[in-house]
């Protein structure tokens, strides 16, 4: 379980998260949406100790660990993994390297090549994706479909308990998006990982079918729903969901 406290998140000395708290459960999936620069982006990388963000109150908890000094190599052992709105190209290691070095330093064990490279085979095939990937350079060289169906290899061949997906549906035509999807799905089922995923694309809601919905709004989540919430949000819009909740709250204060 991952448990995010009360944190204050800033950004170039800017704060964009305050009192931000979040709690996620083995085979859960949350969904956090918001309208543009409200912060998720903010929240997923502070997670992974992305240097630019800092941390300045509140911590976050997965499995009963404390990530507040652990380094991101550190959380990634742990089995956190995200996947980036755009992946970025990595020239000069190939795909099969980056992910043979990670396996072995979350393993802490040798990597046998052999059998390495026939599971990496399968996932391919699995995948719909050449094996000629494997030997590709990360990324590059890649559209932004290939791009996404990689970081599928890397989710398969890495196997993370927790994964958060950034706008994972971002430059993917309809096809892409549904093996995407269900690609990310028959993986949640078989290994029960939890997800935190920022998304306001409806198919891949339908797809994943969360468990709770969550609104970010002025620096932490104001609302939490089932996956009814979204559906609201597409109908109405955030603006109008917002001003129901800044019409509460200001009733509550009078
Ligand atoms: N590295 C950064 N340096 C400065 N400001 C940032 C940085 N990252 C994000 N921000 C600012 O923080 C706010 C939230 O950004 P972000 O989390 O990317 O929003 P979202 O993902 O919800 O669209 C924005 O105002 C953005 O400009
Ligand atoms: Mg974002």
């Given at each position: 379980?991952?448990?995010?406290?009360?944190?204050?998140?800033?950004?170039?000395?800017?704060?964009?998260?305050?009192?931000?708290?979040?709690?996620?459960?083995?085979?859960?999936?949350?969904?956090?949406?918001?309208?543009?620069?409200?912060?998720?982006?903010?929240?997923?990388?502070?997670?992974?100790?992305?240097?630019?963000?800092?941390?300045?109150?509140?911590?976050?908890?997965?499995?009963?660990?404390?990530?507040?000094?652990?380094?991101?190599?550190?959380?990634?052992?742990?089995?956190?993994?995200?996947?980036?709105?755009?992946?970025?190209?990595?020239?000069?290691?190939?795909?099969?390297?980056?992910?043979?070095?990670?396996?072995?330093?979350?393993?802490?064990?040798?990597?046998?090549?052999?059998?390495?490279?026939?599971?990496?085979?399968?996932?391919?095939?699995?995948l719909?994706?050449?094996?000629?990937?494997?030997?590709?350079?990360?990324?590059?060289?890649?559209?932004?479909?290939?791009?996404?169906?990689?970081?599928l290899?890397?989710?398969?061949?890495?196997?993370?308990?927790?994964?958060?997906?950034?706008?994972?549906?971002?430059?993917?035509?309809?096809?892409?998006?549904?093996i995407v999807?269900n690609s990310i799905?028959e993986?949640?089922?078989?290994?029960?990982?939890?997800?935190?995923?920022?998304?306001?694309?409806?198919?891949?809601?339908?797809?994943?079918?969360?468990?709770?919905?969550?609104?970010?709004?002025?620096?932490?989540?104001?609302?939490?729903?089932?996956?009814?919430?979204?559906?609201?949000?597409?109908?109405?819009?955030?603006?109008?969901?917002?001003?129901?909740?800044?019409?509460?709250?200001?009733?509550?204060?009078?």
């Amino acid at each position: 379980m991952l448990s995010i406290n009360k944190l204050t998140v800033l950004a170039d000395n800017k704060e964009i998260l305050n009192d931000f708290s979040l709690d996620i459960k083995d085979g859960e999936i949350h969904v956090l949406m918001g309208p543009n620069g409200v912060g998720k982006s903010t929240i997923c990388r502070a997670i992974l100790k992305d240097p630019n963000y800092t941390i300045t109150n509140g911590n976050i908890i997965y499995n009963d660990k404390d990530l507040s000094n652990l380094t991101t190599t550190d959380i990634s052992r742990l089995g956190i993994m995200m996947i980036n709105q755009n992946p970025i190209a990595i020239e000069g290691v190939t795909n099969a390297e980056m992910l043979r070095m990670a396996l072995s330093e979350r393993t802490n064990e040798h990597i046998d090549i052999f059998k390495f490279s026939k599971e990496a085979k399968e996932i391919c095939q699995k995948l719909s994706i050449p094996e000629s990937f494997l030997h590709r350079d990360i990324n590059s060289g890649m559209s932004g479909g290939e791009r996404k169906k990689n970081e599928l290899l890397h989710i398969w061949m890495l196997k993370p308990s927790f994964l958060i997906l950034d706008e994972v549906d971002s430059g993917l035509d309809v096809d892409a998006l549904k093996i995407v999807a269900n690609s990310i799905k028959e993986y949640q089922s078989i290994t029960n990982c939890s997800i935190l995923l920022v998304t306001h694309n409806p198919k891949l809601l339908e797809i994943l079918n969360p468990t709770y919905i969550h609104i970010l709004h002025n620096k932490k989540i104001v609302k939490t729903g089932d996956a009814s919430l979204a559906k609201e949000i597409e109908k109405i819009g955030f603006k109008n969901i917002l001003n129901e909740y800044d019409i509460e709250r200001n009733l509550e204060n009078e």
